[in-house]
């Protein structure tokens, strides 16, 4: 039917496709006749091996192999559905219950007076008595800064609170909080006071991971009391421990803009090097059969005592299974096949866990080791070096490259930049981040405390490196955006290209060429669309107001934020990145201004053919007299501005309340509005307004 050796690699794609499809019907009805089918399909393919022989089935290979594929797609999809919290019996999400018994499935996190975490549910109550219930909630407790509560993973807890869909994101191409939630399988949240909440005493969770984050909370605290300097020590639990410390933006920053994030996350890469340090001290046990075994036992037995110690942390165990399998098929199989072994680890991980597909750490994570499989002895062979020491260094170039181009048209689309120094930060970081490894291990056993300085050492020079790094001049191409179809485009045209390179296959390198000049001409043609663009951007924030007028790569921005605040850095800036806005005016509302076609003058705003009048706490008390027409009022300020006092001359086509407006205030206008049948937009809660002037 398929070649043995590349079995995994051939049901891979038809799973994940089921998963992925799947994941957008969920309805139990399509469940139940994926169930049908698929055990339909499993009897009709093993019916066909039984009597194999007797109706000389190898005259339908195509045919088997058809349904082969066919049930490994019914088999993702119903995999998919059946994880799906939604759709199951007893979803809390279908219950109008006010009080539920969770238990807390994650560590923890806390910001301020909020303590976030993931919880499972596993009772809720109706007129005081117990009813089944099932599901995930994200909670966000309000503590009591005098009396905090502590709380552990496991812990059980009952609460009595509202819970709430979570929403979509409100502003362009703001982070999408409900997708996030919803690839964890949680789509619902609450927002509850410590006094609306009671422990039982009881643990729920996993032994064994309760155990791990104690032991983890047991490292970071040795690290705290050896590392004096704060940002190492942050550096320190997150790179090691995979503890997700407060890093300063500056930091977070220098190890973006250089493309080494990768080194803050515990990943793959930790693993391995964990992984080749033990393998190259166990080298003596390769001797003999017996001794192999032994040094599998011993290596397998360590990385996952490693995977303890942080914490278990979801992105460790991924890369722990992947090399755990690798070392199984290396010891124990003949076949030496790194695809066939790749795609069973990501196999067996989504049969586990199908929403782990959507996982980007997940996504990244096996698209870097494939392109370490296949491209890294090619790039490697390109150029052959005599010298030991400079051949070590060809060889890490090959390595970063490799990785690089097999995840560029992810991470653009993801993280919407690219790392101009990668190469060079790649190399300057690889020695010091095997000794941090090495040091960051061996300093938390009591004999060896004495390393911290070095330890210490280690880290702030690398911090300070690439800090240089990422203040060189074009460090980073940034607001890089590419959507869906490009990526797909991007991504094909990229695979038949190497592929066209690697094979010599010219028919593949052609229509890869074609498909990254289609590619282009999609990019070419929104940069011609954005460069003639004229739109306002309302934006919906919580407490401020901020609005975007843009002309071409030019806004005007009229905001009460700064460039450096969180909010204007999480709702504001990603829609005028995504506009490829290049200069940004930023304007007070009551300033006047004059740019272009943009006046801003006397309560007044000017964009070319749309006019606004702004109505805030200096119109209160105040008649606007005379019959000019408006495109809006944008009512701000909290404004007691009486809008009955409007002359009946002055006409106007739609109100805008941003935040800044009490709740009963919008609610009152709201009331009128809906009197007189005037178009109303509330900002507050809602998604933002746009206004597209381009013709």
């Avoid at 088997?64 to 799906?84: R, V």
């Avoid at 101009?420 to 020695?431: E, G, K, P, Q, S």
């Avoid at 460090?475 to 797909?488: D, H, M, Q, Y």
């Avoid at 991504?491 to 060429?513: C, D, E, I, R």
């Amino acid at each position: 039917m398929f070649k043995a050796e590349y079995v995994f690699v051939r049901v891979l794609f038809p799973l994940v496709l089921g998963i992925s499809l799947f994941y957008f019907f969920p309805d139990i009805t399509i469940g139940i006749y994926l169930a049908c089918g698929a055990l339909t399909l499993f009897s009709t393919i093993l019916l066909l091996n039984i009597i194999y022989r007797k109706v000389n089935a190898h005259r339908f290979k195509g045919f088997t192999g058809m349904l082969f594929l066919i049930f490994f797609f019914s088999f993702g999809g119903l995999l998919c559905l059946l994880n799906n919290e939604q759709i199951r019996q007893h979803y809390f999400g279908n219950q109008n219950s006010a009080i539920l018994r969770i238990w807390v499935k994650d560590e923890p996190q806390r910001k301020g007076n909020i303590l976030r975490f993931k919880a499972e549910v596993s009772c809720a109550y109706q007129s005081h008595h117990p009813i089944e219930a099932s599901g995930r909630l994200m909670v966000a407790l309000k503590i009591d800064t005098l009396h905090p509560m502590q709380l552990d993973y496991g812990d059980e807890l009952i609460i009595s609170a509202r819970n709430v869909t979570v929403e979509p994101p409100c502003n362009p191409a703001e982070f999408d909080f409900k997708w996030w939630l919803a690839t964890q399988n949680i789509y619902e949240q609450t927002f509850v006071d410590q006094n609306h909440l009671e422990k039982t005493g009881r643990n729920c969770g996993n032994p064994l991971i309760r155990l791990a984050l104690q032991i983890r909370k047991q490292q970071i605290e040795k690290y705290r009391k050896l590392i004096k300097n704060k940002e190492a020590f942050a550096v320190a639990s997150t790179l090691i421990l995979g503890f997700r410390a407060d890093l300063d933006t500056e930091t977070l920053n220098a190890y973006s803009k250089t493309g080494t994030i990768h080194a803050l996350s515990v990943s793959g890469s930790h693993v391995a090097i964990i992984f080749f340090m033990l393998d190259f001290l166990l080298a003596f046990l390769d001797k003999k059969r017996w001794l192999k075994v032994l040094k599998f036992i011993l290596i397998c037995t360590l990385i996952w005592t490693y995977a303890l110690i942080t914490g278990f942390s979801p992105s460790v165990i991924r890369s722990s299974i992947m090399i755990s399998i690798f070392i199984t098929a290396k010891t124990f199989t003949k076949s030496k096949n790194a695809y066939n072994t790749l795609a069973f680890s990501a196999f067996c991980q989504l049969v586990y866990n199908p929403f782990l597909i959507w996982d980007v750490g997940f996504q990244l994570s096996y698209l870097s080791v494939l392109g370490l499989i296949y491209l890294q002895p090619k790039i490697y062979n390109w150029l052959y070096v005599k010298n030991k020491w400079v051949d070590k260094i060809w060889q890490l170039i090959a390595l970063s490259l490799s990785a690089q181009l097999a995840t560029f048209p992810l991470t653009i689309y993801y993280f919407h930049q690219f790392p101009v120094y990668f190469l060079l930060a790649n190399l300057f970081i690889a020695i010091p981040l095997i000794l941090i490894m090495i040091l960051g291990l061996a300093v938390l056993m009591p004999w060896m405390r004495w390393i911290a300085p070095l330890f210490e050492w280690c880290i702030v020079l690398t911090n300070a490196g690439l800090k240089w790094m990422s203040n060189l001049p074009y460090a980073t191409f940034s607001a890089i955006w590419i959507n869906l179809p490009e990526l797909i485009l991007l991504s094909t045209a990229l695979v038949l290209m190497v592929l066209g390179l690697a094979k010599y296959a010219k028919k593949n390198f052609t229509v890869g060429m074609i498909l990254y000049l289609l590619y282009s001409l999609m990019i070419s043609y929104r940069e011609w669309q954005i460069s003639h663009q004229n739109k306002i951007i309302f934006f919906s924030l919580r407490k401020n107001y901020a609005a975007a007028f843009i002309h071409g790569h030019h806004a005007v921005l009229i905001t009460d934020l700064k460039a450096s605040e969180k909010i204007y850095l999480s709702s504001v800036k990603p829609a005028l990145d995504q506009s490829e806005v290049n200069k940004i005016e930023f304007v007070k509302l009551n300033d006047d201004f004059v740019q272009q076609s943009f006046i801003q003058k006397s309560h007044q705003i000017i964009f070319h053919n749309y006019s606004i009048m702004i109505i805030d706490e200096h119109m209160n008390n105040k008649e606007i007299l005379g019959n000019k027409r408006f495109s809006c009022l944008w009512l701000t300020g909290n404004s007691n501005f009486n809008l009955n006092a409007l002359s009946k001359q002055l006409q106007y086509n739609t109100l805008i309340l941003d935040a800044t407006n009490k709740d009963y205030k919008i609610i009152a206008i709201n009331a009128m509005a809906e009197n007189y049948g005037i178009p109303l937009h509330v900002l507050k809660k809602n998604p933002a307004y746009l206004i597209n002037l381009t013709q």
